[in-house]
């Protein structure tokens, strides 16, 4: 299912490979992977193995990361959205939702986490009718904290990731 979503200063719409570019630039960059267990990828088959992993995504699961672009200048920020984890537990939770976003380090602190991550919350509970979204942030990352909490999430616990050796904080927040 194609997704295009606008918000006030953002167009989120499914990743695709005219976004490579932009995922390698993201995803390359140390400072983006400080708090991902600082494993920058260094090729752009890297990078074009994550798109195609997102778009079977969007085929197997109905949902996956959206790309995060500018408005106004078109520009790829980064990623945003919702994906259903089925890989392996975090936290005891498997088959679960979970928002997140990840966005190229010169767009950080202009609130795109928080305008992507409301209108994911907000696609989720009103057009998906999801019950429960989680977030997981690693424990040091209080920029990605703090947007959890604006865009509604409650702060639970903090556990262990044995499998990349993290320490993570877990969050929820419930369709009302």
Known sequence: MDIQIETERLILRNIQESDLEGMFTLDSD???HR?????????MEESEKMILNIQQQYKERGIGRWAAILKDTKEFIGWSGLRLNTEEPFNGFSNF???G?????????????????????????????????YGITEMGNQA??????????????DFHYQKENLKLRWYSIENK
Do not use: C, Q
């Not at 991902?36 to 260094?42: A, D, H, Q, R, V």
């Not at 976003?101 to 057009?127: H, M, Q, V």
């Not at 990605?144 to 616990?157: D, F, T, W």
């Open 30 to 32: 140390p400072d983006v």
């Open 97 to 99: 939702y979970d928002v």
């Open 35 to 43: 708090y991902l267990g600082n494993k920058p990828i260094k090729t």
């Open 101 to 133: 976003y990840r966005l190229i380090p010169k767009y950080w602190g202009k609130g795109y986490a928080t305008e992507s991550g409301k209108t994911a919350i907000d696609y989720a509970f009103n057009t998906m009718k999801l019950k429960t979204i």
């Open 144 to 157: 990605s904290h703090n947007a959890l909490l604006k865009i509604g999430l409650n702060y639970i616990e």
